[in-house]
């Protein structure tokens, strides 16, 4: 009875915690971790079962909300969601099932970065610049050329 009661006091917080922005598993285990053991993985299990927790779900959402919010390369968005605790795996092949959206929205992010920053840096600097981040050399290649 008291494991029952336990479980839900905090599968009740964990709900809280994820209803307020979507998080990863890893995330919600960092969290709690003072409650970590055998009830917060139990919390995690039945949270996952029912969809809560889904970090391939997560990885649609996040890469979505930097297209609309952000000019990433794919390996800056790779690398954000490695530091959400996203096992490598999982991203790489959310990568490769979607490397031609990718590729457009990365050579896109590209040519703004151009626009952005035409005033301020010479082109050898802006190319620097995106090479530093993770920009593909082919999509550098075309931004400079479109741009």
Known sequence: ???IEEFDKLKTKVLK???FKKRTEQEVRQKFRQDSGE???DVIKELKELNYINDENYINKAINEFKNLKNMSIKEIEYK?????IKKDI????IYKNKE????Y?????K???VKKQNTMQTEQIIDYLKKKGYLEETIKIAKEDF
């Open 81 to 85: 969601l490695i530091t959400k605790g």
């Open 1 to 3: 009875m008291e494991y």
């Open 91 to 94: 991203i790489e092949d959310y």
């Open 101 to 104: 959206e990718l590729i457009n």
């Open 112 to 114: 703004n970065i151009f």
């Open 39 to 41: 009830l917060l993985d």
């Open 17 to 19: 915690y994820i209803m």
């Open 106 to 110: 990365e050579l896109n992010s590209a």
